[in-house]
């Protein structure tokens, strides 16, 4: 396992589009002096993404990770409940199950879009599982109808990480609104950031009152500063939400631009020893990073050492968590473990131009002429 750097980087692999309203609204922040997490840009944030994304209730908090935890509490996981998650995730997946005393069940993926095999999730429920987390890996929908036909026909509960995934639709809808609640992250990497922050969002009324509660200490809805329950606070600040706003104004044209550095890195990497991660049907993939899978695991990191020396910045596919120490069992998920070992994510920033993505892709074709 090795970490690559590089102090003189041409290329980063990702950095944010901040050009919109986002001083002006912080700067509106400051004036007011509602600068924690109370103020108005929370409730137009939180009011415009869940038009947006076209889902009921949405509240916003501090960050991605912290966002799953409360949507699993707020639905009810807990000791002795199991559930279903890819081991082909980001950590924070998994670590959120745990946090609330719930043991993951790890599935293995499909090798055409990456995302959970729903063959995989039916072959591991059992009596102890109480719900499904769909991670929406990398900006690709999950086979959600699948995994929707899977939770209502063994009466399981369905969680969205859609961490990844903001403007990625499956069948029309935007991911996010096909479970029971379902989560965002806007990290300073993603699609749209706060530079810290998430959003839990549902359909169901009970499922948002209890995170709202949950998120605020478990103060009650009727008394103030009583509370009736074990809480945390997890609350987004004004400031976070007025970037978030500000960029949830120019959001078709970041995931329209995003898509379209993805198209031309297909352009300019065909007829070479790898695969750019694509678009299968009936799904918008909103490529919140755009990746590759090499043909073989000895080929990557010389391509990433490669790169870096010409100062493009990549980073490694995540590795699969059940091989992670605390984590680690017997069983096999070879396809997980195959693609993780091939894969790696190039600069997909939206200032990128197509001249910037050809100079990648030269440079990515100057290794295999070596």
Known sequence: MSVITN????????????????????NECLSSTWISSKGE???????????????????TVSNGTVALHLALLAIGIGPEDEVIVPTFTYI??????VHVGAKPVFIDSLSSTWQMDPLDIERKITSRTKAVMAVHLYGHP????????????????????????FGSYYEGSHVGTFGDIATFSFFGNKTITTGEGGM?????????????????QGVSSHTQYWHDIIGYNYRMTNICA????????????????????????????????????????NV??????????????????????????????TRPLFY??????????????PIATHISERGMNLPSYPSLTKHDVEQISKIIRSFFRC
Request: contains cysteine.
């Open 7 to 26: 102090t003189s980087l041409r290329f980063p692999v990702y950095s944010p589009m901040l050009n919109g309203n986002e001083k002006k609204y912080v």
């Open 41 to 59: 840009f929370i409730l137009r944030f939180e009011e415009s993404f869940a038009r947006y994304i076209n889902v009921e209730h949405a509240t």
């Open 92 to 97: 924070a997946s998994v670590n959120s199950i």
């Open 142 to 165: 999950c086979d959600m109808a699948a995994i929707s036909r899977l939770c209502k026909k063994y009466n399981l509960l369905l969680i969205e990480d859609c961490a990844e995934a």
């Open 200 to 216: 839990v969002v549902t359909k169901q009324l009970k499922y948002y009152e209890m995170a709202l509660r949950l998120k605020t």
């Open 242 to 281: 007025a970037i978030g706003l500000a960029q949830l104004e120019n959001a078709d044209e970041l995931i329209a631009k995003k898509r379209l550095i993805a198209s031309w890195y297909q352009e300019f990497l065909t007829d070479l020893p790898l695969t750019v991660h694509q678009e299968t049907e």
């Open 284 to 313: 918008i993939h909103s490529y919140w990073m755009c990746s590759i899978l090499l043909n073989t695991p000895e080929e990557r990191e010389p391509l990433r050492t490669h790169l870096l020396k010409e100062g493009v910045e």
């Open 320 to 333: 699969p968590v059940h091989q992670m120490p605390m984590y680690a069992n017997q069983e096999s998920y």
